[in-house]
């Protein structure tokens, strides 16, 4: 890796260039912020960074970006989100679940995910894709279940996505809880997109494979998920222990907790991504750490459906590779993080643990590495030009000692001005490019209440 401020593709002004001057600069959670820095992009990549006066002197043809009163970060990865999930919110529940199982059985899977159609997650793709440009982020991973629109529906958000321009990995979440018709063709979807994104030059929308939970797939439906995504190079993810439910089923039917199943099964390793990881025994964490299986966190999704709270400061400290997502419940990160921020301090009884810092690596690098992303999550030379320019105006001065605590603790959406995706402006002076926001509301609204009136 190339150090701060040295130069990635030197002077070299043939290319359409820009410099982008901000108060602070974060060029990564790892490193101190630097106060009148910049950044030079380049063909969708940072290609430099430095002080003010470097970036003016070195390259003065350029064109300059003012930031002046913003923090330039790397935009936020979202690496877990159920894009769909916006048609719930807000659904009408007679009889509202009393626990995990309920929530999956009587209301999540027959009332939102068995009746989704095309419309509908067109609809609820632009949206979340909007919404998520609107709060910073850049990069998400969605996983998606709807057995009665199973094929080409990846296609339909990955439509969604290129007319966004957001960097995004999908998925259909392969299940066999439908019959073996739906189990058969998810599998399918999946390496449809798969390969259909490999040959997509820009590389911006790719793919990912992805089952359910061990309590949904049999072992042979799981090895094969897990065969057919190391046969295309990609990971393979699944829920895992959101609840107590899926350890306790394995137990019951299996006799050992689900990730010890899964190391039976052989598939407990860097190419597997699991995402909650809520309900872990000693035994669990352990694997996780020995195998190098990474792992997605959803703080407040988790509290949401009484999950509980993952050990993530434990896993942090084994070296386990974990990214921040939203789960499609509150995709604003800022809020997100700070939910990562505070209830691990409330769970282990220690405000020293999960220092904004960290948090701020789990929203950005982190996610990135979870998902098996390169060169995304940082602003240094020869990463991904994926950025974000925050409002800096905040009650007490800026220090680049407080600086990460203050984005976390005291900032949200509104206070995100412009956003670069691939080296592209997606937001600028606080609105999303190229969007018809009543337009996109109403179409939602619409397909909303077609989901509500089938529950």
């Excluded at 003012?66 to 970060?73: A, F, M, N």
């Amino acid at each position: 890796m190339l150090a701060e401020g040295s130069s990635h593709r030197g002077a070299d002004r043939s290319s359409q260039a820009t410099v982008i001057l901000a108060d602070w600069v974060i060029t990564s959670a790892d490193n101190l912020p630097h106060q009148h820095w910049g950044v030079r992009v380049v063909d969708g990549h940072i290609d430099d960074v430095g002080s003010h006066t470097q970036l003016k002197q070195k390259y003065s043809q350029d064109e300059v970006v003012d930031g002046t009163g913003k923090v330039l970060l790397a935009g936020f990865v979202n690496a877990h989100v159920h894009l769909y999930g916006v048609l719930a919110h807000g659904i009408p529940v007679t009889n509202p679940p009393d626990g995990f199982w309920s929530f999956l059985n009587d209301y999540w899977w027959p009332k939102v995910e068995d009746a989704l159609d095309h419309q509908m997650i067109e609809a609820a793709a632009d949206w979340a894709c909007v919404e998520m440009l609107s709060s910073g982020t850049t990069t998400f991973y969605d996983i998606l279940e709807a057995p009665k629109a199973v094929v080409d529906s990846l296609a339909v958000e990955a439509e969604v996505a290129h007319r966004r321009g957001m960097r995004s990995v999908l998925s259909f979440e392969a299940t066999q809880r439908a019959g073996p018709q739906i189990a058969a063709a998810a599998l399918e979807e999946n390496v449809r997109h798969i390969v259909a994104s490999a040959a997509d030059p820009n590389q911006l929308v790719t793919g990912m494979m992805c089952y359910h939970t061990a309590f949904t797939c049999s072992a042979d439906y799981i090895t094969d998920a897990v065969g057919l995504a190391a046969d295309h190079g990609v990971l393979c993810h699944a829920h895992c222990n959101e609840g107590v439910h899926e350890a306790e089923w394995c137990v019951e039917n299996i006799g050992v907790r689900t990730l010890e199943y899964y190391e039976q099964l052989g598939i407990a390793s860097s190419q597997f991504l699991a995402s909650q990881c809520v309900q872990l025994s000693d035994r669990e964490i352990d694997i996780i750490g020995q195998t190098g299986i990474r792992v997605t966190h959803m703080p407040l999704a988790n509290c949401e459906v009484g999950g509980g709270i993952a050990p993530i400061s434990e896993l942090l400290d084994l070296g386990v590779t974990v990214g921040l997502g939203s789960d499609g419940y509150i995709n604003d990160f800022f809020a997100v993080m700070r939910g990562a921020f505070l209830v691990h301090k409330a769970r282990l009884q220690d405000p020293g643990v999960m220092p904004a810092a960290t948090v701020l690596r789990l929203a950005t690098e982190g996610g990135a590495n979870a998902l098996g992303l390169e060169k995304v999550g940082r602003l240094q030379p020869g990463w991904k030009a994926d950025l974000q320019l925050v409002d800096a105006d905040f009650a007490t001065p800026i220090t680049e000692h407080n600086l990460f605590e203050q984005l976390v603790l005291w900032r949200n959406h509104t206070h995100v001005t412009d956003v670069m995706v691939n080296g592209h402006w997606k937001v600028r002076r606080g609105e999303v490019l190229g969007v018809d926001k009543a337009e996109m509301t109403q179409r939602l609204h619409v397909q909303a209440k077609r989901l509500w009136a089938n529950a």
